[in-house]
């Protein structure tokens, strides 16, 4: 059984950084598989924020660019996501995502309240 674990979230003015982090366990070999970074807020659907390949590309929303960076070490079988200059607006659940193919695991999230 495969389970992924985020943390790191919580609450940070704005202007501030926070570091999430996602660790998988179980049977998977993570160095296969895509992983991504979601968040929702209220009311809005569910959005990639950042992803990487197993070949360590990666992919940023336009909303992030320049200040989110996303990363993975897949000896300790963990994803971050590094979050700096934050916004109000980046206020949401964060959500990691391990997939490949049509297998798709999602981890439970971590809610990141950017507030003064």
Partial sequence: QVQLVESGGGLVQPGGSLRLSCVASGSISVVTYLVGWYRQAPGKQRELVASITSGG????????????????????????????????????????????????????????TVSS
């Avoid at 590309?57 to 909303?63: E, G, I």
């Avoid at 897949?74 to 964060?94: F, G, H, I, R, W």
């Fill in 57 to 112: 590309t990666t992919n940023y929303a336009d909303s992030v660019k320049g200040r989110f960076t996303i990363s993975r070490d897949n000896a300790k079988k963990t994803v971050y996501l590094q979050m700096n200059s934050l916004k109000p607006e980046d206020t949401a659940l964060y959500y990691c995502n391990y997939r490949r193919g049509a297998i798709d695991y999602w981890g439970q999230g971590t809610q990141v």
